[in-house]
Antibody, heavy 122, light 106 residues
């Protein structure tokens, strides 16, 4: 079955960097666009970034643009989110999710991983 | 930027019908997707492209979208439907989520 497992979260000081990973299994990873979505404690969902199936197209939320880079390694079936210059406002559970259709469709998010918590604090 | 507005909370009696609205400028021209998030869990897709149910989602969940409002309807509400619900669209290749609605089953 399709499975997404995030890792890399933890406590990080303001201004530092962190790289999140999302290990994919149960489907042909190189055929699907992938997403990152985050949720601050007690708050709603916020879309963060999208990457096309082949990595050629990427887009970011304005709140992270210039500080965050989404990437993928199809040889490892893994999605990444490199986050730099972290602030307290980046504290959240970060979820990865798959697009439902092969190619680059900007569809819906299904399925989701279980999430990894990033806490930015001194 | 595009905004989606949902009621903060909706209460529904056991076995009755709950309707959750998602308001946005001309949202009827967009594809709307809905997610259910139970406490401490990752979100789950319950409706895609306005009114389509993924496999495994009960027929009690339905959706509609017209004009400036999309609606998720939960018929014959059960205790297990208590959760936060979010609508979602794409606007200029940017993902947008609604503000979220907490559904309480009385």
């Amino acid at each position: 079955q399709v499975q997404l497992v995030e890792s890399g979260g933890g406590v990080v000081q303001p201004g530092r960097s962190l790289r999140l990973s999302c290990a994919a299994s149960g489907f042909t990873f190189s055929s699907y666009a992938m997403y990152w979505v985050r949720q601050a404690p007690g708050k709603g969902l916020e879309w963060v970034a999208v990457i096309s199936y082949d990595g050629s197209n990427k887009n970011y939320a304005d709140s992270v643009k210039g500080r965050v880079t989404i990437s993928r390694d199809s040889s490892k079936n893994t999605l990444y989110l490199q986050m730099n210059s972290l602030t307290a406002e980046d504290t959240a559970v970060y979820y990865c999710a798959r697009d439902p259709n092969s190619g680059y469709s900007l569809g819906w998010f299904d399925p989701w991983g279980q999430g990894t918590l990033v806490t930015v604090s001194s | 930027s595009y905004e989606l507005t949902q009621p903060l909370s909706v209460s529904v009696a056991l076995g009755q019908t709950a309707r959750i609205t998602c308001g946005g400028n001309n949202i009827g021209s967009k594809n709307v997707h809905w997610y259910q998030q139970k406490s401490g869990q990752a979100p789950v897709l319950v409706i895609y492209r306005d009114s389509n149910r993924p496999s495994g989602i009960p027929e009690r969940f339905s959706g509609s979208n017209s004009g400036n409002t999309a609606t998720l309807t939960i018929s014959r509400a059960q205790a297990g439907d208590e959760a936060d619900y979010y609508c979602q669209v794409w606007d200029s290749s940017t993902g947008v989520f609604g503000t979220g609605t907490k559904v309480t089953v009385l």
